[in-house]
Nanobody, 114 residues
Framework: VQVVESGGGLVQAGGSLRLSCAASGSFFSINAMNWYRQASGKQRELVATITSGGSTNYADSVTGRFTISRDNARNTGDLQMNGLKAEDTAVYYC?????????WGQGTQVTVSS
């Protein structure tokens, strides 16, 4: 199973970025698609989750600013990030919970300049 993120980069505070995640391989279904982030010197934290049915959940720190979505048919997902803050700077990881286990992408760097 391969999980590939894209869309990271450098943005000014208040700006927007859209991260994408694509999963491929020998799985039948993705139960949940999750976005995590890890800032330098900090533990990895869950940012947003979306189930196969479309239910979503967000960390308090991003609620109202980030939106998670997915395309079940294409095994892809996005994280739309608006109103970015310096504290959102981190490596963002896509994690997929499939019928054969959980898999991680390699991460994509998001840097927000203040």
């Amino acid at each position: 199973v391969q999980v590939v993120e894209s869309g990271g980069g450098l943005v000014q505070a208040g700006g927007s970025l859209r991260l994408s995640c694509a999963a491929s391989g020998s799985f039948f279904s993705i139960n949940a698609m999750n976005w995590y982030r890890q800032a330098s010197g900090k533990q990895r934290e869950l940012v947003a989750t979306i189930t196969s049915g479309g239910s979503t959940n967000y960390a308090d720190s991003v609620t109202g600013r980030f939106t998670i979505s997915r395309d079940n048919a294409r095994n892809t997902g996005d994280l739309q990030m608006n109103g970015l803050k310096a504290e959102d700077t981190a490596v963002y990881y896509c994690n997929v919970d499939t019928n054969i286990g959980g898999y991680w992408g390699q991460g994509t760097q998001v840097t927000v300049s203040s």
